[in-house]
Nanobody, 121 residues
Framework: QVQLVESGGGLVQAGGSLRLSCTASGRSWNGVWAWFRRAPGKEREFVAAIRWSNGVTVNTDSVKGRFTISKDNAKNTLYLQMNNLKPEDTAIYYC???????????????WGQGTQVIVSS
């Protein structure tokens, strides 16, 4: 069974940057890895995903040009580089893995516990 552990969250001022990491333990996952987020009082939202085998990515429109999803095969780790952060990016960020490169949460089978990101204005 794959276990996912996120790290890298924290408090940052608007315009700042953070890099989130998600490391898998137990076994490797050669499918699709993704980031979701849940803002206070809102539904869980897709952020970005990457297909492990070829690096193809998809992003939600609200983060295009600011967030970059990437991976390190050797470290079995997923990253989310977040630049030009805005207060509306404040959320708990979750890593998830699945088999289909789609944005629906229902396509992802295993989830991490999340890491909190707070962006102050």
């Amino acid at each position: 069974q794959v276990q996912l552990v996120e790290s890298g969250g924290g408090l940052v001022q608007a315009g700042g940057s953070l890099r989130l990491s998600c490391t898998a333990s137990g076994r490797s996952w050669n499918g699709v890895w993704a980031w979701f987020r849940r803002a206070p009082g809102k539904e869980r939202e897709f952020v970005a995903a990457i297909r492990w085998s070829n690096g193809v990515t998809v992003n939600t429109d609200s983060v295009k040009g600011r967030f970059t999803i990437s991976k390190d095969n050797a470290k079995n780790t997923l990253y989310l580089q977040m630049n030009n952060l805005k207060p509306e990016d404040t959320a708990i960020y979750y890593c998830a893995v699945g088999t289909v490169l789609l944005s629906g949460a229902e396509y992802y089978d295993i989830w991490g516990q999340g890491t909190q990101v707070i962006v102050s204005s």
